[in-house]
Every structure is written in structure tokens, then in C-alpha cells.
């Protein structure tokens, strides 16, 4: 079961200039930076009510992440869902033929699970599937 959009994640060369609309201007809250070396990215939490917007700055010039910025630009990088069962709606993603990215969930240095579905397979949006435990 889908539980809620948990966040959507924007694409940044540079967290401090991002801040500038999105904190600044917009007002958003930046709650805290961390720094995801496994997806080699900083991430900046703007909790929006339930869900939060998530700014993402590459690290790593060779990670996958940092060739899409320089390729696509900077802009809407992934919509992410949590859901209650992510083995179970991999499950079912798979059955449908929906071709995954992640094809066992991970596990993130926070203990969340999290999986990527692939945008061939979604109609153009990189999907991420989260699992909170
Ligand atoms: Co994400």
C-alpha cells in the first residue's frame, strides 16, 4: 500500500544558491543537510506538511547523479512514495513488468529501505519506493 508522497527530490549544483528560492523567497524551512555518501549526494530537508522537498547536491563528478545534473540541467530529479511493504510492491511492479532500477530494496545508512523504479517504466518519472522501519 502507498502510504504518502514522502518527498520530491530537486536537482541542485549548489545547495547554498538553491536556498535562495526555496528557503529565502518561498519560505520553506530548511531543517537539516546531511550528507549521503552511498548515493554521493548532500541532501537538504524542507519538510512541505507530511512530505518534504529534498535538494540534491552531487558530491561525486563521476556519480550517476552528477552526469544527469550535467546532462539534464538542474530541475525535478525523483518523486518517492512510502509504502508499508516495499518487497510487496516491488512484487507487484514486477508482475505488471515494470522494470526496476533497484531490484531487491536497499538499505540506507538510517536503516530505511528504499528502492528506484525505472522511468522507461513510469512514463518519464524516476520513482523511489521507501519502507520506514
Ligand atoms: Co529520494
Keep these: 500500500m502507498i502510504k504518502k508522497v514522502d518527498h ?6 549548489d545547495l547554498e544558491e538553491a536556498r535562495r528560492f526555496w528557503v529565502d523567497a ?10 549521503v555518501p552511498e548515493e554521493a549526494v548532500d541532501i ?5 506538511g507530511d512530505s518534504e522537498i529534498e535538494l540534491l547536491q552531487p ?4 556519480s550517476g547523479v552528477a552526469k544527469y545534473l550535467a ?3 538542474a530541475g525535478m530529479h525523483h518523486l518517492c512514495f512510502e509504502v508499508d511493504d516495499i518487497e510487496a510492491t516491488l ?3 514486477r508482475a505488471a513488468n515494470v522494470p526496476l532500477i ?3 530494496a536497499k538499505v540506507g545508512s538510517s ?3 528504499y528502492a528506484f523504479v525505472h522511468p522507461k517504466g513510469t512514463g518519464g518519472v524516476l520513482v523511489e519506493l521507501y519502507e520506514l522501519v
Design 8 to 13: 520530491i527530490a530537486v536537482l541542485v549544483p
Design 26 to 35: 518561498l519560505g520553506l524551512e530548511l531543517e537539516r543537510v546531511e550528507s
Design 44 to 48: 537538504a530537508f524542507l519538510p512541505v
Design 59 to 62: 558530491t561525486d563528478l563521476e
Design 71 to 73: 546532462k539534464k540541467g
Design 91 to 93: 512484487a507487484r511492479l
Design 102 to 104: 533497484t531490484e531487491t
Design 111 to 113: 536503516g530505511k529501505k
